[in-house]
């Protein structure tokens, strides 16, 4: 008997019912024992896998190494930059027995770890000859949410976190450019989404930072996901955990320190961004199958239909992450929701009158398009069109962004849009219009956008002469 493929919840109905429907049958997640956990299936770890391979890269490539810190953290560590201790208290778990005696000092478990690798690096540097430091971290950290989302926001979460040193200032502030930038090339070109690179503001910084810059995208509901951060932590933590060199002059100075990170969050981005009523799309270069076979016939047809798509699925694997679904359970309609609903980018059909023409069927699962390809053309026309799928997804998603763009000369305007999109307004640099407008609207300041000017039209809250060019919306 063939299994009932229950449809999904169309986006427009329900866009967070639509959500958990993909992941759940798309085979990405399951819910944990612990409530707020969730368990990374091999499909979607696939695709986590992918992102750090592209990360690790180019983290190499600016001169960075790779190091491990430990998960606990003592609280006289965890309490020490004032400012980082009150931005994340009422998101720490505790560990506070050890066997079955009660600790002496109780232990976090890291919601992020520069208080441990600030109490290393004070050891580690001496003299300005140790400088820089630039180090990362592969690791899982733990925010004790009240509310839960795979992917979005989970309670434990998969990540990688930056930590440097360097002598000057301006060093740390390039430093924490340039990694805003290899995020933004790695967001843009592996998973084809495209994002507003900018500044926090004060209110949305990071807990202890000088300045946060960040990456904001646009899903499918018109809501802003934070998609990576990159932090200029100036001397603060330098100071609160004595992170101190001797300079070539002879004189003590402090470091100047940055931290950057980037999560399993950008899955749920994934989805967002390019998923539709059938399910997920996935940009070819995230992937886990780029290419499904689906032979197709009955009888003695068959046999020889599935032959020539192993064969076939044998040579095409040496270039490509294919997949030839040969089960005999499922009929061919039932295969090709199955991999649309998984996002599959590419699906080769194989028939009998295919097989005696010598060509195959591509079908294409971000446009639909069905093209019939001769045997002999057949992989570097699926190298091109998995290249035209990775780009129409990335296009599909800028106009999006563009076509739900809009410049507001006052926040009411957003009621016109039903709060839904990126809003670019005049902000005077206030917190109190931040608060007001949030408690009203539900709305935040996600950025002040890189390479903006003012409009001149004053403060979308108040009215005043505005300060920065910001990009509002409301966020995941
Ligand atoms: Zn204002």
């Known amino acids: 008997m063939e299994k009932l493929l229950k449809e999904i919840t169309p986006k427009s109905q329900d866009y967070s019912q639509w959500y958990t429907d993909v992941i759940k049958k798309a085979d990405m997640v399951d819910y944990a024992p612990v409530k707020g956990f969730m368990v990374m299936k091999p499909y979607s770890y696939r695709m986590w896998e992918f992102i750090q391979a592209a990360l690790d890269q180019k983290f190499r490539e600016t001169g960075?190494?790779?190091a491990y810190f430990p998960l606990l953290i003592p609280e006289h560590l965890l309490i020490k930059e004032a400012e980082h201790v009150e931005g994340f208290s009422a998101e720490v778990a505790w560990v506070t027995m050890g066997g079955n005696e009660v600790l002496a000092e109780r232990l976090a478990v890291r919601p992020t770890s520069e208080t441990v690798v600030g109490a290393m690096y004070s050891q580690w540097i001496q003299s300005y000859r140790d400088l820089p430091v630039l180090i990362n971290?592969?690791?899982?950290?733990l925010r004790w949410e009240k509310s839960t989302r795979p992917f979005l926001r989970t309670t434990e979460f998969l990540w990688q976190e930056g930590h440097t040193v360097h002598r000057t200032a301006a060093e740390a502030e390039a430093e924490t450019r340039q990694q805003l930038g290899i995020y933004h090339e790695m967001m843009e070109n592996l998973l084809a989404i495209p994002v507003v690179a900018g500044a926090k503001s004060a209110g949305e910084r990071f807990a202890g930072a000088i300045e946060t810059y960040t990456l904001e995208a646009l899903m499918g509901d018109g809501k802003a996901l934070q998609s990576a951060t990159s932090h200029f932590l100036g001397q603060n933590f330098a100071r609160a955990f004595d992170i101190q060199y001797l300079d070539e002059d002879g004189t003590l100075k402090f470091g100047w320190t940055t931290?950057?990170?980037?999560?399993?969050?950008?899955i749920g981005a994934l989805i967002m961004v390019h998923g539709d009523d059938k399910g997920l799309r996935l940009p070819p270069r995230v992937a886990p199958i780029q290419i499904v076979i689906v032979p197709i016939g009955r009888g003695k047809d068959r046999e020889q239909v599935t032959r020539y798509a192993k064969l076939l699925s044998e040579q095409l694997s040496a270039t490509f992450r294919v997949k030839l679904d040969d089960r005999d359970e499922f009929t061919p309609g039932y295969k090709f929701n199955d991999w649309e609903m998984r996002g599959v980018p590419l699906r080769i059909e194989i028939g009998p009158r295919d097989l005696?023409?010598?060509?195959?069927?591509?079908?294409?699962r971000d446009t639909g398009e069905k093209i019939a390809v001769s045997e002999a053309s057949l992989p570097d026309t699926l190298a091109n069109l998995l290249d035209l799928v990775q780009d129409t997804l990335l296009q599909?998603?800028?106009q999006y962004q563009q076509e739900n763009t809009f410049a507001v000369e006052n926040y009411q305007e957003m009621a016109h849009h039903n709060f839904k999109g990126f809003f670019m307004g005049d902000w005077c640099g206030q917190e109190t219009c931040a608060d007001q407008l949030k408690q009203e609207?539900?709305?935040t300041i996600r950025c002040l956008p890189f390479d903006t000017e003012l409009a001149g039209t004053g403060c979308i809250v108040c009215g005043r002469p505005g300060q920065h060019r910001a990009l509002f919306a409301r966020a995941y």
């Not at 005696?356 to 294409?364: E, F």
Request: proline share 0%.
């Open 64 to 66: 960075h190494q790779n």
């Open 137 to 141: 971290q592969w690791a899982n950290v």
């Open 356 to 364: 005696a023409q010598q060509q195959v069927i591509v079908a294409r």
């Open 396 to 398: 599909q998603a800028r």
């Open 259 to 266: 931290s950057w990170g980037s999560s399993t969050r950008l």
């Open 441 to 443: 609207t539900s709305v």
